[in-house]
């Protein structure tokens, strides 16, 4: 381990402190013979009412609080021996008959350091009771050696040295501090608490019964139901995805992306993106139809979305077949040139359309000497088919050339197929 710096103390007191040797009992000491049990300590009530006579009183001398060291043997014990105290020990316990010296510095008779509040026994305990370096002198007490035992003096002219001697433990400064800002705590926290309770509290149940009561009404119908504080990064970060999977061509993605941003949100941005999207799908997958292309077509329809309206027409869009040939029930084989003696059969057969809806049809046929025979035909709708025959009247005068049918849409005589025979001899 690394040695530690040796510490400058500064004294937290003045402890130049005049101190007297206890008084001899004559009866029991001869001269030149230390003994600590011949010695007898002045009464310490006395001393304050009372002086000791000059001839009665040794050389008095000064007394100087021993430093803690780091270098001390036990140092890092003391310290946290005495970690939770509120005052920390900076010099050496020690004591001197009714007389002790606290680790704060201050000299004390009683049992509780009158400056910190700190117990004698406590510190008795903390401390061993030898200074560093030295060693049991013999006499019981540990670390006095040649040290004659000293009481405070007070026999001389009263000295200002800071240390104060009180009958009793008595009650220090700092405790009465200590206890009057508890007590100043203890009144704010009932001012507190009675504000709390008179006006905070009443206040907050105020607010939760009227919150309450405005869900209640929400859930009754009276009051629509809102979405409050809507989290627009999120709101954002889903049309953003649902941006992405349009741009990609996944358009049923996309409107899932869209769909749940229209939970939170809908407005008319995410509607036109939602429409472009239908759009996309309807426009890539016209040629495959299916219920969800018809879906999104009906709709797009409905709101005459741009560009719907050429597909639409194009998927619903009518077919129209014509074969001619001379049998009444032959909508396949399909014959180019007749007789002018033969009955001529034309088979129309259309197919698409809207689902459900049916077209009115009408016919013409022109021959080739120019006359015109023109019929109204059944409405028919999608795989719907009818037949139309033509016999001319009289065969013999019948001109050679081209025989046309002619099929129009009846509601807007508009010209849907041609279809155009040969007729000879």
Not at 176 to 181: E, H, Q
Request: with cysteine; glycine share 8%.
């Amino acid at each position: 381990m690394a040695r530690s710096k040796k510490f400058e103390h500064n004294k937290e007191f003045d402890t130049q402190t005049i101190f007297t040797p206890l008084q001899v009992d004559p009866e029991q000491h001869e001269p030149g013979e230390p003994n600590i049990h011949m010695y007898t300590y002045p009464d310490v009530e006395d001393f304050a009412d009372e002086r000791v006579p000059e001839e009665q009183a040794f050389d008095t001398r000064n007394y100087e609080p021993r430093p803690l060291d780091p270098e001390d043997e036990g140092y890092e014990d003391i310290l946290a021996n005495l970690d939770s105290m509120p005052t920390k020990p900076k010099y050496w316990y020690e004591e001197f008959g009714d007389c002790w010296s606290c680790s704060c510095g201050h000299i004390n008779t009683g049992d509780v350091c009158e400056s910190c509040g700190l117990e004698r026994e406590l510190l008795r305990k903390m401390f061993v009771l030898k200074k560093p370096g030295q060693e049991d002198d013999g006499y019981g007490y540990e670390g006095y050696g040649d040290i004659n035992p000293i009481v405070p003096a007070g026999t001389e002219k009263p000295v200002d040295t800071g240390i104060s001697i009180q009958h009793g433990a008595g009650m220090s400064t700092k405790k009465k501090l200590i206890i009057a800002i508890l007590a100043a705590l203890v009144l704010i926290a009932g001012g507190f608490a009675l504000i709390y309770y008179t006006v905070i509290l009443p206040e907050v149940e105020r607010q939760e019964a009227a919150e309450a009561q405005a869900m209640s009404d929400a859930l009754e119908g009276n009051i629509p139901m809102c979405v409050n504080n809507i989290n627009d990064m999120y709101w954002d970060s889903i049309v953003d995805a649902g941006d992405d999977a349009c741009d990609n061509g996944d358009y049923l993605d996309a409107l899932d992306y869209y769909d749940m941003a229209g939970d939170i949100n809908m407005n008319d941005t995410l509607q036109d993106k939602i429409y472009k999207a239908k759009y996309g799908y309807v426009k890539a997958n016209q040629s495959k139809g299916g219920d969800t292309f018809v879906k999104f077509m009906k709709e797009l329809m409905g709101v005459s979305y741009p560009g719907v309206k050429e597909i639409y027409d194009k998927y619903y869009a009518w077919d129209y077949m014509i074969v001619a040939n001379s049998d009444d029930d032959d909508y396949k084989t399909d014959q180019s040139e007749f007789s002018r003696a033969d009955v001529v059969y034309f088979h129309v057969k259309i197919s698409g359309g809207e689902p459900g809806k049916k077209l009115k049809l009408y016919y013409e046929i022109e021959t080739p000497n120019g006359k015109k025979q023109t019929e109204t035909l059944d409405s028919l709708g999608d795989g719907g088919k009818t037949t139309v025959s033509f016999l001319n009247p009289v065969p013999r005068k019948a001109k050679e050339g081209t025989l046309t049918f002619n099929l129009y849409n009846a509601d807007t005589q508009k010209l849907l197929e041609t279809k155009k025979v040969t007729q000879v001899k």
